[in-house]
């Protein structure tokens, strides 16, 4: 049996479950690579090597993917949650609950309705008519007496 070629594999076992969690909390795989100390080939490798780890990784972003889609949703949405005010009265902390509204933005919205519904929401304006075909312009000049309302 002829022997393996190169240095053997820095590769264990418990890298999967690490590597999991480290995207579950958002890492990528120059994250992952610097968290392992080697190289970002090393990890593309590692997942090719080792089916388990490249799930453990796929599953991992995929949970940090739902939960930034959620919180861009709410961000576009608007939402409420359960805050805590604390005030100094005559000398002694004071706290308050109360629910805090965060409300819909503007931006959030746009993001979330041109990447769901590309074809409503794209900026790009398609128009209808041969690419060949002379685009007339025409420019008026008014007078003193003259609106744009004409």
Known sequence: MPKPKGRPSDFKPEFI???????????????????FKV??????????????????LKHGKDVADQMVEQSLFRKATGYSHAATKIF???????TVDYTEHTPPDTTACIFWLKNRKP???RDRIEHAGDADSPITVVIRKFGA???ASE
């Open 17 to 35: 479950d690490q590597a999991k969690k480290a995207c579950e909390l958002g890492a990528t795989d120059a994250d992952l690579a610097e968290f």
């Open 39 to 56: 190289d970002v080939r090393t990890i593309y490798r590692w997942k090719h090597e080792h089916p388990d780890f490249c799930q453990a």
């Open 88 to 94: 100094q009265y005559e000398g002694a902390p004071v």
């Open 119 to 121: 074809k409503e929401w």
């Open 145 to 147: 007496g003259d609106s």
